[in-house]
């Protein structure tokens, strides 16, 4: 694996990690109990779709970059 498909995979990694940290799902629980009660299930859907996302890009540029 190359240094910088490593570091991308790492800084994927720290994404998702934020993305679903607990001070991210406190505030997003917080906001969905007081106006917004579908709030959480749509940000885990949303980030989950984001991470899964950026995977798949970042798989298809590399398969690309392996071909030439």
């Known amino acids: 694996m190359s240094d910088r498909r490593q570091r991308i995979l790492v800084v994927l990694a720290v994404l998702a990690s934020l993305a679903f940290g607990y001070p991210v799902l406190t505030v997003v629980d917080?906001?969905?109990?007081c106006c917004l009660p579908?709030?959480?299930?749509?940000?885990l859907f949303l980030v989950?779709?984001?991470v899964?996302?950026?995977a798949a890009l970042?798989?298809?540029?590399?398969g690309?970059?392996?071909r030439r």
């Open 30 to 33: 917080a906001l969905a109990v």
């Open 38 to 43: 579908g709030l959480l299930p749509l940000h």
């Open 48 to 50: 989950w779709a984001l």
């Open 52 to 54: 899964i996302g950026l």
């Open 58 to 62: 970042l798989a298809v540029r590399h």
């Open 64 to 66: 690309r970059e392996g």
